[in-house]
């Protein structure tokens, strides 16, 4: 981690503890433990040369659901249980997934002004989390939100909730089968029908692993 974003955490801490969430420092991200699971702020982060050098940072907002998560991580997904702890329900990338089209969600902080851009870049962060953050944290703090989030559209690769399409289908599914669980049948078929188009060389493992999925599901209802 560089002197800047270990400032940036510095200036956020105070903030973010009166919001409930730690520093995880071996995990890099600020986390809020919910009955549920958790809520999460991380960022990924890049140098680039613009302007005479300057950290680019992409925040990234996160759920869990310990229910959900427990299902997909038994198929094997994710390496290593420290990391199955924490794996995500849904996430949203603002560099990439805006809450407004269009709108530029990235901060940034040259090396020219670290300590001016820090603090600013603090402020946004904070502000940004007390308002749409926070309603994306209570929107899908709900397992049906999640099953509606995730399972819409169906047929796109991108997704703002989840930008993997193999890994939304297992998370979107096995939301829905705690939430709404009538919908499941429909949504295998939807899915699997679109990755026999888009991704033809993965249907079998993903067909496979829906399989696998529906076994753990019921074994924990």
């Not at 420092?25 to 699971?37: I, S």
């Amino acid at each position: 981690m560089s002197n800047a974003e270990k400032a940036l955490v510095e200036q956020l801490a105070t903030f973010m503890a009166e919001a409930g969430f730690k520093w995880l420092k071996a995990r890099a991200m600020f986390v809020r433990k919910e009955l549920y699971g958790f809520s999460s702020l991380s960022w990924e982060f890049y140098w680039t040369g613009e302007g005479g050098g300057r950290l680019e940072l992409v925040p990234l907002l996160a759920v869990r659901h310990n229910m959900v998560e427990g299902v997909v991580n038994e198929l094997g997904l994710v390496y290593g249980e420290a990391n199955r702890r924490f794996t995500a329900t849904v996430d949203r990338g603002l560099g990439f997934f805006p809450f407004k089209e269009g709108r530029d969600e990235k901060r940034y902080i040259s090396r020219a002004s670290v300590d001016a851009d820090v603090e600013y870049v603090a402020s946004s962060i904070a502000s940004m989390l007390s308002g749409e953050g926070e309603m994306f944290f209570k929107k899908y703090s709900s397992l049906l939100e999640c099953s509606r989030g995730l399972n819409d559209p169906i047929e796109s690769i991108t997704h703002p909730l989840c930008n993997n399409f193999p890994r939304r289908v297992y998370l979107g599914v096995a939301a829905a089968f705690f939430a709404e669980n009538k919908r499941v049948p429909e949504l295998i078929a939807q899915y699997l029908a679109f990755a026999k188009v888009v991704q033809p060389s993965q249907y079998g493992q993903i067909a496979k692993r829906l399989d696998q999925l529906m076994l753990v599901a019921q074994s924990k209802r």
